[in-house]
């Protein structure tokens, strides 16, 4: 089934304004900021309405010009992401997949061997050649190698180091520390168990008491934070609930509350969604919490509740990645008035394409043309590169024993 | 205003010139140019300069009073670069220094950069070598007086509170971060960390405590009633009594007065009295009450449901509607179930806010 979706209506946007009469605190100042600018861009594409009804528009070439410049060349401003340098990989891959983009194969090969060159010997990917394995430059890296798809690329991974790396700082408790001495946080899990799964080396010994120390990390708001205790966020939420899904253990979790939480993200006016109660619009929360949508879907379909639409307003999320976040030289931003980088690049396109793939069915707001690719909620790849790296590995696994 | 404090780095003498460093060599991150990394940064002189000099020593694994001084510079350029925290370390490990300046020296960095990682995370390690977190409520008072909402800040002071159970005076800290903001969603996350650590609830009694947070709460929902975090709050506390979310006359009384005599339909509001109806069959359908409560009940959570949906909540209209079905189908379920297996245990339990008297 196909839709194509209509904007909301403007005085609808207005009704739910955050009143300043009420009280004054620094929260509600700052809202009331935000909602004032994107109130401006919603208002300003509805006056062009009238003369181009092709609006909004997806920005496609643009963004695969921002994104292939930054896959070759970065400006200085980018020295604090030295340590980061497969996750820029991967913002930038990701995306481009999504839009359609296919690399050269000389090209492709070019990323393997950089990306080998991040591999440490005693396992793992570090943020760039020659530091420390670190779980989140080794997702990073697991994910872009599986983006790439080659056999190439899939060789790069040396699995039973792998392994090994991931042991070393699984701790007692079930979680994972980020790198040896590193911080331990629900990031930790889902990155370890993403790549285990992707790369089929998951053990019980791996994955004992991961699930019990995940499911300690929901708060009574419903979300998941980063280690027990501290406050539910969007990007720990996802990490919480992918690693349980991969663990088949969704059920430990109290759902109801965490899908109560997850729709209350989603801001009434600007249509994005914010990472915490009362906090700002953000648009990487489009994955974070966006993607999050797709994997609570599989929940209720045990329970016989399959939904029949998007349980967060998918139309809004759209407006608001869309009108909201695109830079007009390319890339997209958090809010209007903050500057392009790949992350958010990355991370707005895929919560546009969980927007618009509600099962079988595509809801796209604009033209056709605004279409991206699916992606998968538990890896954020394409389903038929996640398909075609699972076989992969899976033969290698069989092979081995 | 550009911020000029003592550690600025005003003349940087490139490694290469320095003489302390003639006898090194240093060690690009390629084996030759003809290599075409990509995502390739445009670094400064300096920048390079310093970590091909740090490679160098970190590949001879020297740990010496001038790597540590190397440290400081790369930490400068990028204090995102974990490994090279990890090697600061572990010079200072070998050559037996104390660790008390570390203190200093991070408290330096965390105020200048208080969303980083990397950071808090040595400090925690330098801390627990210590064995001593007398200056930690102060840091993060200092970092969250910056940003109320910092999410580095807050972990770590719930790490810290744990680790050294220092749970003193931190129930008025919470409360004073609400007064600050009473919408600031990390101080009521921490008020009920804090609850929670120096409380025992297991037994599902109404005390003391939870009766003035339940005061506390309801006052503040009163002053601002489209407040998100004090309701989540009152939730959290009321799962720690018997009747869970509608265990409690006062804050049953309190909604049924908001809703029937003030007419107030803030979606906070509306959504809690939902859940309330719905513990309420949970709690009931097992009784002979049952009977006549069920039907009630499910009327009135659709209804609920349907005035979220339409008139004051429409943004969240899909799942509104996605969970007045999902209510019918699980109590028409709990109905069959009831039915086919009838129970001759009584409990008692009623929940007042959510039918109209």
């Given at each position: 089934m196909e839709n194509l979706l209509k904007l909301r209506d403007i005085n609808d946007i207005r009704k739910n304004l955050t009143l300043s009469l009420e009280d004054s605190t620094e929260t509600t100042e700052e809202q009331i900021k935000v909602e004032k600018m994107v109130l401006k861009k919603y208002e300003d594409l509805h006056a062009q309405l009238n003369v181009n009804h092709n609006l909004p528009e997806l920005l496609k070439e643009h963004h695969k010009r921002f994104l292939s410049s930054s896959l070759e060349h970065l400006s200085s401003s980018y020295e604090t992401l030295d340590a980061s340098r497969p996750w820029i990989c991967y913002w930038i891959l990701h995306p481009l997949s999504l839009l359609g983009v296919r690399l050269e194969d000389s090209y492709k090969s070019r990323i393997v061997r950089f990306l080998a060159k991040c591999q440490s010997p005693t396992g793992g990917f570090g943020g760039g050649p020659g530091q420390m394995p670190h779980l989140a430059p080794t997702y990073a890296a697991v994910n872009a190698l599986a983006i790439l798809g080659t056999e190439e690329a899939f060789k790069v991974i040396n699995r039973p180091k792998l392994y090994e790396f991931l042991l070393s700082v699984?701790?007692?408790?079930?979680s994972f520390a980020m790198h040896h001495r590193g911080e331990v946080d629900i990031r930790g899990a889902y990155c370890a168990l993403s790549v285990a799964s992707l790369t089929s080396i998951i053990t019980p010994e791996l994955v004992a008491n991961t699930a019990e120390w995940i499911v300690s990390c929901q708060t009574y708001e419903g979300g998941f934070a980063g280690s027990p205790g501290a406050e539910a966020h969007g990007g720990y939420a996802f990490c919480g609930l992918a690693a349980l899904v991969i663990l088949n253990k969704a059920d430990l979790c109290n759902h109801h509350a965490l899908l109560r939480w997850l729709v209350n993200?989603?801001?009434?006016?600007?249509g994005g969604f914010q990472g915490r109660t009362n906090k700002q619009v953000d648009s990487c929360y489009s994955f974070w919490q966006g993607g999050a949508f797709p994997l609570i879907y599989t929940i209720l379909a045990k329970e016989g509740l399959t939904p029949e639409n998007h349980l967060f307003d998918a139309r809004a999320l759209q407006e608001y990645i869309l009108i909201c976040c695109q830079n007009i030289h390319g890339g997209l931003i958090d809010k209007p008035g903050k500057p392009r980088d790949a992350y958010h690049t990355c991370y707005a396109l895929s919560g546009l394409s969980i927007a618009q793939h509600f099962l079988n069915n595509k809801q796209v707001l604009g033209t056709y043309k605004n279409e991206l690719a699916n992606t998968h909620p538990l890896y954020n790849i394409r389903p038929d590169l996640v398909r075609k790296a699972l076989l992969y590995f899976h033969s290698l696994k069989n092979d081995a024993t | 205003m550009a911020d000029s404090s003592d550690d600025e780095v005003p003349k940087h003498v490139l490694f290469k010139d320095r003489p302390e460093w003639k006898d090194i060599e240093p060690l690009g991150e390629y084996d030759s140019d003809e290599e075409q990394p990509v995502v390739n940064i445009e670094y400064s002189a300096e920048f390079k300069d310093c970590y091909d000099y740090f490679r160098a020593v970190a590949q001879k694994r020297e740990y010496t009073q001038r790597v540590l001084d190397l440290t400081d510079t790369a930490i400068k350029f990028n204090p995102a670069n974990y490994t090279i925290w990890g090697y600061r370390f572990d010079t200072l490990k070998a050559l037996e220094k104390d660790l008390r300046p570390e203190l200093e020296y991070t408290k330096r960095i965390i105020l200048k950069q208080p969303k980083n990682y990397q950071v808090w995370n040595y400090r925690n390690l330098i801390v627990t070598e210590l064995q001593?977190?007398?200056?930690e409520k102060e840091l993060t008072a200092l970092a969250l007086a910056e940003d109320s909402k910092n999410y580095h800040a807050w972990d770590y002071r719930i790490s810290i509170l744990r680790d050294f159970k220092m749970y003193d005076g931190e129930l008025e800290f919470a409360t004073q971060m609400i007064e600050d903001d009473v919408r600031n969603n990390s101080a009521w996350n921490y008020r009920d960390f804090v609850i929670h650590r120096t409380n025992n609830f297991w037994d599902g009694v109404e005390t003391d405590v939870i009766k003035s947070e339940i005061e506390y709460t309801l006052d503040k929902i009163t002053k601002l009633m489209d407040n998100e975090s004090a309701w989540s709050y009152l939730r959290g506390i009321l799962a720690n009594i018997s009747g869970g979310i509608c265990g409690s006359k006062r804050v049953n009384d309190f909604c049924h007065n908001l809703y029937y005599n003030k007419g107030n339909r803030c979606r906070f509001l509306l959504s809690f009295m939902l859940d309330c109806c719905f513990r309420d069959h949970e709690v009931t359908y097992r009784t002979k009450e049952g009977d006549e409560r069920g039907p009630q009940l499910l009327a009135r959570i659709k209804e609920l449901c349907l005035e979220l949906a339409t008139e004051h909540d429409v943004t969240r209209k899909q799942y509104w509607m996605h969970l007045s079905k999902s209510f019918e189908k699980m109590i028409i379920k709990a109905e069959l179930e009831r039915q086919l297996y009838p129970s001759s245990e009584d409990e008692d339990s009623t929940c007042s806010c959510s039918t109209e008297d």
């Open positions: 699984k701790q007692s408790n079930g993200r989603q801001m009434s006016v600007e | 001593d977190a007398s200056n």
